[in-house]
């Protein structure tokens, strides 16, 4: 992992979904953040 932010989007519900279609396949870290609280966890895009 490089390190490189490669995607930064609002949402405006906790349910809406995030076109990723333009990330090549590989190891990404999703970082959440929200007014309450923060979360990471590790995708893997084929």
Same mark, same amino acid.
């Given at each position: 992992? *490089?390190?490189?932010? /490669?995607?930064?989007? !609002? &949402?405006?519900?906790?349910?809406?979904?995030?076109?990723?279609?333009? *990330?090549?396949?590989? /190891?990404?870290?999703? !970082? &959440?953040?929200?007014?309450?609280?923060?979360?990471?966890?590790?995708?893997?895009?084929?």
């Amino acid at each position: 992992m *490089l390190g490189k932010k /490669v995607l930064q989007t !609002k &949402v405006k519900t906790a349910d809406e979904a995030i076109d990723l279609h333009q *990330l090549e396949a590989g /190891v990404y870290l999703v !970082k &959440v953040e929200s007014e309450e609280t923060s979360f990471s966890q590790k995708m893997i895009k084929k």
